[in-house]
């Protein structure tokens, strides 16, 4: 895939993770659609990139799907499309002190972390289809989010990792619904990066964790993720797989 003069849709766009890869896919010369709930980040960001902010939740289809039509209007149908919306509710299933996880926090977590992203994908990738495809028959590339969680959860992230282990393991067979159109599918599941979804966990905790990681022994840099999300994009054998991008943390 060709960065240049390409489109990205990019849900969560407007923050952290899916804010730093629009940037360095806006410097590589895509025209990029930022697809967040946040209008004041995404419309300030957009502006930077010479992108487009469109509203939208992506746990809700008529907001999701209104989204998508709206963005391929104004920069044309998505060559890249990246799911990058995404919650983490840390809290125990149930403990002495806090009581039983409410089931609307467990529920909020698959609606978006799991449904927004299928929902996504299926909105997207029937966008894609209608392309013209490139000359090995390359159509488009869906990234989607998972989760270094996904894996090796710590406590306190029951729903989270579940609904991040879900996210990897709908990448094979998205992987091969797609491959007779040629759109690949491919999961990033990242370890620490510094971004305000991360701050929102107890810093101890963090701390504790970072710690632990191989090498190197830090907080990864968004920059790092979007460098990975340009390699996947050029890269045509890169499909149906989950890559860790996490120090060795796992
Ligand atoms: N930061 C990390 O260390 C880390 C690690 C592993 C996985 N992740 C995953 O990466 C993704 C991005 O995380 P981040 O750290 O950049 O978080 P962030 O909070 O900085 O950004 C998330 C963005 O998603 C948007 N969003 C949330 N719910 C939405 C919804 N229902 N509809 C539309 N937009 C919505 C938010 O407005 C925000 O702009 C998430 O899926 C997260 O689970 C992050």
Request: proline letters at 5%; a negative charge.
């Amino acid at each position: 895939m060709k960065l240049d003069g390409s489109t990205a849709f990019i849900t969560g766009g407007a923050s952290g993770l899916g804010a730093a890869s629009a940037t360095l896919l806006a410097e590589a010369g895509a025209k990029v659609a930022l697809l967040d709930r946040d209008m004041a980040l995404a419309q300030a960001l957009a502006k930077q990139l010479h992108g487009v902010a469109v509203e939208c939740d992506v746990a809700n289809h008529e907001s999701l799907s209104a989204a998508v039509a709206q963005a391929c209007e104004t920069i044309g149908p998505p060559r890249i499309a990246i799911n990058f919306a995404g919650i983490d509710v840390s809290r125990k299933i149930t403990s002495r002190s806090q009581g039983a996880h409410p089931i609307e926090s467990l529920q909020r977590q698959i609606d978006i972390n799991v449904i927004g992203t299928l929902d996504a994908c299926a909105l997207f990738a029937e966008r894609m289809m209608d392309l013209e495809p490139f000359e090995d028959g390359e159509r488009g590339v869906l990234i989607n989010i998972a989760s270094g969680a996904a894996f090796n959860g710590p406590p306190g992230q029951s729903a989270y990792a579940a609904s991040k282990r879900a996210v990897a393991g709908a990448t094979l067979p998205l992987a091969r619904d797609l491959a007779p159109y040629g759109i690949r599918v491919m999961t990033i599941a990242p370890g620490f990066f510094k971004t305000p979804l991360a701050e929102t966990v107890d810093a101890k905790h963090t701390d504790k964790l970072i710690s632990l990681v191989p090498f190197p022994k830090r907080w990864g840099d968004p920059k790092e993720l979007g460098e990975l999300v340009k390699h996947i994009c050029q890269n045509r054998m890169l499909n149906g797989e989950t890559i860790q991008i996490d120090g060795a943390m796992r």
